[in-house]
């Protein structure tokens, strides 16, 4: 049995992302989510409301335990760079996970908070001796082909080919569509990656660093 932590930027993430993956890992792993901002930016009120549904995403998933460090949603930059990694820095060192889950360094999406979230955990894995892999959840390509852009820059998506790992989450889909269906405050996101993923594989495709 193994720890394995899943660290993301907000709540839907990890049901969102690679929710298949992580069901699939807790049925024989220690399984924590670590959700660094508390996903309270456009709409106030949301931070009690998004937690919520992130507990119970959670429980849906099997994991452990999901630690919240309540930075705030959208305001991950350089300037807080070094705050993140500090606190972050402490909750693996309490868990000491041998692999790390998080987006593809692009922040798959292009979302700047997906970005600074990759580059603090690539930044700790060269310090924390008991880190030796960080799996990247990537968007596929065919996945990126069906949305369409809503950042600034929403980068391409990755070809089967290009993949170093991919998981067959078939047999959890049941799972993670129902974990998905408990970020109700996100109906639009929610409505909009389950219908893509119903006429899609049942895939999961990440980059993979190991030490």
Known sequence: MSTIVGVFAHPDDE????????????????????CCTDGNHQEKGLKNIRGKELLASAKVLGIKQVLFLDFEDG???N???HQLADVLKTKLDALKPETVITFHPNGVSGHIDHIVVTSVVNFLFTQLKYLKKIMYF????????????????????????????????????????????KHKSQIKDLVMITTMQALLSKEEYFIIKSK
């Not at 929710?19 to 220690?30: H, I, P, R, S």
């Not at 369409?148 to 989450?169: L, Q, T, W």
């Open 138 to 181: 990537c968007m596929r390509d065919v996945e990126r082909k069906m949305i369409p852009s809503y950042f600034v820059h929403m980068p391409e998506g990755v070809a089967r080919k290009d993949a170093d790992y991919i998981e067959d989450v078939s047999t959890f889909w049941t799972i993670k569509n129902a974990a998905m269906r």
């Open 75 to 77: 305001k991950l930059c």
């Open 79 to 81: 300037a807080n760079y």
């Open 15 to 34: 049901a969102f992302g690679p929710g298949g993956t992580l069901a699939k890992l807790a049925k024989d792993n220690d399984v924590y989510i670590i």
